[in-house]
């Protein structure tokens, strides 16, 4: 385990929090930077274990499941690049974290819009809303379009490494602008749909 490995070549307090401007503001014991991401990375592959195996319709998962692996794959790498930053950092190497931040939550955000234009209807992974559940062509269009919308905000995220100072507006507002424009979408195409068979 890296955390075991480096632990020795540490200082007592660790670099642990950047703020929007890619400088340090926070700091950690040492114990604490190098197990967390590690251990969070443990309990969420469990998770994703959990999630086909309970889901009312886990027939609908295994219908996407080489999607859903790849998902599961590409969180667990981006936890683990934002711990070899952690590290690096520590070790004396000097960079703007936020700047360095971008591309990995670019490359979560468009696999996230891979996995939601595949997805078919379940409980736990896509745009899952009453409307999207209820109806199952809502849920195609709805998760097809916070897909492509979701890629878009991916692109949109590179910003983040030209103007580091904006990293976080660049991420977050494509992001939760998609997220509610998605839910409203679903909610009007269910409307349209049922209007369409009164």
Not at 12 to 33: C, E, R, T
Not at 91 to 98: D, E, Q, R, T, V
Not at 147 to 176: C, E, H, K, R
């Amino acid at each position: 385990m890296l955390g075991a490995f480096f632990y020795p070549k540490m200082p007592a307090l660790m670099s642990a929090h950047w703020n929007s401007q890619g400088d340090i503001n926070g700091y950690l014991p040492k114990f604490w930077v190098l197990f967390t991401i590690p251990s969070l990375s443990s309990v969420l592959f469990i998770v994703f274990i959990i999630i086909p195996q309970i889901d009312p319709i886990r027939t609908n998962i295994k219908k996407f499941g080489k999607y859903f692996n790849e998902f599961v794959s590409g969180v667990l790498l981006f936890l683990f690049y934002i711990y070899l930053l952690q590290i690096i950092r520590n070790l004396g190497f000097i960079f703007n974290f936020m700047r360095l931040i971008s591309p990995g939550f670019a490359v979560m955000l468009f696999a996230t819009g891979i996995l939601m234009k595949n997805s078919k209807q379940n409980w736990f992974i896509g745009v899952r809303t009453p409307w999207t559940i209820g109806n199952k062509k809502v849920w195609d269009k709805t998760n097809t379009l916070g897909g492509d919308l979701f890629q878009f905000s991916a692109v949109l995220s590179l910003g983040g490494t030209l103007m580091p100072q904006l990293a976080l507006l660049f991420i977050f507002l494509p992001v939760i602008f998609s997220s509610f424009y998605t839910i409203y979408y679903s909610y009007r195409e269910y409307n349209r749909d049922v209007k369409a068979f009164e």
